[in-house]
């Protein structure tokens, strides 16, 4: 399982069978996928998700040290960053999602940082965040974070086999 920082809470999420998939960072329908029709999924999806208006950001930084984001949406070991929210900066979207497509995935350690870049309107309280973790189509995990203003947090560390 995942190592992860301090104050980081492992959720037992719920699901509906059934039910329509929300953009949200969670499997809402107990399918064993996250976002299904939003985001892509492959050998390995992290997928975050908040509801505020603040902008926050995924990082994602492979067994080789490159890190996928905004700033760098592809890197040569497959992962991309397939959705990009700005929260109530732009167009009120937040979830972002990294993906390896199936069969990309090096194996080694994966590093997960989440960034409180901006409050937009969200004024100046902390924004829950909800990060999910899938390797090979399984759940590694769903964790969330309360990310003050401004704060980077290295969240969770993986690895593949």
Known sequence: SPE????VVTMSPSCTEGVPEVLNG???????????????????QITLGWS???DIDLYVTDPFNQVVS?????VDSGGHLDRDA???????????????PS????RGTYRIAVHN?????????????VVSIMVG???????????APEQRVDLATFTVQ
């Open 137 to 147: 189509g399984q759940a590694l995990g769903v964790y969330q974070y309360d990310l």
């Open 86 to 100: 700005r929260g109530g900066c732009v167009n009120g979207e937040t979830t972002e999602n990294v993906y390896w």
């Open 52 to 54: 505020t208006p603040a």
């Open 117 to 129: 870049f901006s409050a937009c309107e969200a004024g100046g309280g902390p924004t829950r965040v």
């Open 4 to 7: 992860l920082v301090t104050g």
């Open 26 to 44: 969670l499997d809402d329908n107990c399918n064993g996928q996250v976002d299904e029709g939003f985001v892509q999924s492959g050998a390995v």
């Open 70 to 74: 905004y700033q760098n949406r592809n």
């Open 103 to 106: 069969g990309s995935a090096p």
